[in-house]
C-alpha cells in the first residue's frame, strides 16, 4: 500500500505547551497506527518566551527553517513577551511569513461537557491579515487617537473562498457577518466581496448579520449557524463568545492557513500557573492536530482522533480539572489513545 508522508513542524511552546503537545504528538501517534497508509514524520523546533534569552528572539531562524520543510505546523501555546521592544508573539510572525490569512474556528457541543445548547456545530472564519489589526494607531493630540482599518477586496475575496470550500463540506449554509450600516465602506467591500465570491459556489445558501445581531444569535440560537465569515476584530470576538457557549478554552481549537500552508494550534494561551503540573486539559490542542489532518485530506484519521475525544468524554470516567474532574494531561492523552488503538 502507497504510504502517505507529512513532515509536521511542531513546536512546544511555553507553559503548559510541552505537555499538551507532548500528549497531542502521542495520539498522532496512535493514529498513525491504525491509519496504515498514513506516515507523519515530527521534527521539533524551538519557539515561543523560553528562546528569547538564548537567541534573542522567539522565533529562532533554524526554527523558521524546520517551519519550511514542513507541510504544516503543530504549535504549542507560547507566552507572549510584553516588554518594550520585545518580539511580536509567534503565532503572528508565522501567520505573516506563510501569508496564513484565515482563522479557522471550529466550535462543536462535545458530549459530557457542558454546552449551551446539545448540538452546537458551526465555525468561525476570521480573515487574518487586516482590519483593524494590521492598520496603523496614532495618538494625533493628547487624548486624541485614530486607528486605522484596512479591507481590502482581494483579502476579503480570498478568505470567502476559504468559507465557501468548508461550506461546501458541511450543510451548504455561510453567514457572512459585517456592520456595513455604520462602517459603509470597508465592511460594504468585506460583504461585496463575499457575495461576488458566492457565484462561485452555486450550491451554498448564504445569508447575513450585523456582528451585534451576531453576538446574541450566537447565544439565543447558535445551532441556526454552521459556516460564518467575517472580518478580524469581529471575528476575534465572536469566536471567543463561540468557544464559551461550547465548554470553554480547555476544547477549543484553532487552524491558521494560507494557500499552501497550515499552523494548528489550541486557541488557550500558555497558561503559566498550571505549567509542570501535569493537570492542563490537552483536547484543545489534540483537536488542533484533528483538524490539520482534515486539511492535510487525510479524513479517515482525523475522524478517528474526534471519536476517540467523543467517546472518552461521553463516558466521562477521565475528566481534567477544567472539566469538574481530577484527570491529569497525561490520564486524559491515553484514555484517548486507547480507544484509538481499540478502532484498529
Ligand atoms: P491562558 O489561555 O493561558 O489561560 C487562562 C486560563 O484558562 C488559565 O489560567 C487556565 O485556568 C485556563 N486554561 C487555559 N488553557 C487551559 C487548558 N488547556 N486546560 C485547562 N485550563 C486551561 O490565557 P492568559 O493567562 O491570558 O495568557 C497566558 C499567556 O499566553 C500570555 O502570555 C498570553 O499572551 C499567551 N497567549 C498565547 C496564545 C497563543 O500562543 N496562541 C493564545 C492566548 C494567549
Known sequence: MMRRTYRIAVLPG????????????????????????LNLEFIYGEAGYNCIEKYGTNLPQKTIDILKRAHACLKGPMTTPEEPGAPPSVAVTIRKIFNLYANVRPCKSLPGVWSLKPDINLIIVRENT???????????????????????????????????????????????????????ITDGIFRDAVFAVSREFPSVYVDEDH?????????????????????????????????????????????????????????????????????????ATILAAKIMLDWLGEYEAAKRIEDAVEKVLSEGKIKTYDLGGKATTRDMGDAIIEKILKEE
Do not use: W
Not at 495618538?139 to 483579502?155: D, F, K, N, S, Y
Open 130 to 184: 487586516e482590519c483593524l489589526y494590521f492598520g496603523k494607531e496614532y495618538e494625533v493630540a493628547p487624548g486624541r487617537g485614530v486607528a486605522l482599518r484596512v479591507i481590502t477586496r482581494e483579502a476579503s475575496e480570498r478568505v470567502a473562498r476559504v468559507a465557501f470550500r468548508l461550506a461546501e463540506r458541511r450543510k451548504h449554509h455561510l453567514t457572512c457577518v459585517h456592520k456595513r450600516n455604520i462602517l459603509r
Open 211 to 283: 456582528v451585534d445581531a451576531m453576538a446574541m444569535r450566537l447565544i439565543k440560537e447558535p445551532e441556526h449557524f454552521d459556516v460564518i465569515v467575517t472580518t478580524n476584530l469581529y471575528g476575534d470576538i465572536l469566536s471567543d463568545e463561540a468557544a464559551q457557549i461550547t465548554g470553554g478554552i480547555g476544547l477549543a481549537p484553532g487552524a491558521n492557513i494560507g494557500d499552501d500552508y497550515g499552523m494548528f494550534e489550541p486557541v488557550h494561551g500558555s497558561a503559566p500557573k498550571h505549567a509542570g503540573k501535569n493537570k492542563a486539559n490537552p483536547i
Open 14 to 37: 511555553d507553559g503548559i505547551g510541552p505537555e499538551v503537545i507532548d500528549v497531542t504528538v502521542d495520539v498522532l501517534r496512535a493514529v498513525q497506527k491504525s491509519v496504515n497508509s
